[in-house]
């Protein structure tokens, strides 16, 4: 276990740095909030699509959803969570180069405890998330499950299934492809997926349990402890709120391009996950 913990703090780092070299010697005419955000993004996919197909390999392979176990849930949960404290530590250059841009006079000086203010006042929900998965779904995923429900694991890290479309939807947007059909569509899967693997994966988790306990769809609630109704809610409720932010994004969009104008929208800073 301590090699996968040891894995992911290499390689998460190490692929941010790598693509911000390679983004600013590619892309010379970017400035640096434009490499560290796409830099960002780009991390944030490949480690959305590996825990993808590590979900989809755990639930694949439990046939009862309760004791069935498969060693990727927790190698997995050790492998990502370096990547959850570095990318706090990305979203935070993003922010702060992206105030240096802007010519905000807290950024020009240098970091600062004002500029880490600024940061998680703006993005304090997602900061907020990170340290959750870190803080709280990772130790109970490690030690309080007695070796329970290794299907619903798998199906959790199937919500990031739609993480790589808003990266490229973002990605596209800095290219100056926000205007084309391949970003039209490209929202139009952000949309299905991220509803798809975010919201209706709650039903679906209730229903499969019920399905093997021969308990009705509407009253699996009933049969479960109260924290992990809690716990679901818990996690579901900032997936309507993402969910919400994507909707008002895609109707700007459509709005924007309805009346022919343009590619004057700046490129979309991080606002969901």
């Excluded at 802007?102 to 240098?110: A, E, P």
């Excluded at 109707?251 to 022919?260: A, D, P």
Aim: glycine share 8%; proline share 3%.
């Amino acid at each position: 276990m301590l090699t996968a913990l040891l894995c992911g703090a290499v390689v998460f780092p190490a692929l941010f740095f790598s693509f911000r070299k390679g983004l600013r010697d590619r892309f010379t005419h970017w400035n640096e909030a434009d490499v560290v955000c796409v830099s960002e993004r780009l991390v944030s996919a490949i480690h959305a699509s590996l825990a993808t197909a590590a979900g989809v390999t755990v639930v694949a392979s439990c046939n009862d959803v309760m004791t069935d176990s498969h060693w990727l849930v927790n190698w997995f949960v050790l492998f990502g969570a370096p990547y959850m404290a570095f990318d706090i530590f990305a979203m935070y250059l993003s922010h702060y180069h992206t105030q240096r841009v802007r010519g905000h006079s807290s950024s020009l000086s240098g970091h600062s405890l004002q500029t880490v203010k600024a940061f998680l006042s703006k993005g304090w929900m997602l900061v907020l998330h990170h340290l959750a998965l870190l803080l709280i779904f990772m130790p109970i995923t490690l030690f309080f499950r007695r070796g329970l429900g290794d299907f619903f694991i798998g199906c959790l890290f199937t919500t990031e299934f739609s993480t790589p479309f808003v990266s490229v939807g973002n990605i596209l947007i800095q290219l100056g492809l926000d205007d084309t059909r391949l970003h039209r569509i490209n929202g139009v899967i952000i949309l299905w997926s991220f509803f798809s693997c975010r919201i209706l994966l709650f039903p679906f988790m209730y229903w499969m349990y019920g399905r093997q306990f021969g308990v009705p769809l509407h009253r699996v609630a009933f049969h479960l402890p109260l924290h992990c109704n809690v716990g679901n809610l818990a996690i579901l409720a900032p997936q309507v709120y993402w969910f919400i932010l994507l909707l008002r994004k895609a109707k700007r969009l459509y709005l924007r391009q309805s009346r022919g104008g343009g590619g004057d929208e700046k490129p979309l800073r991080r606002n969901e996950k």
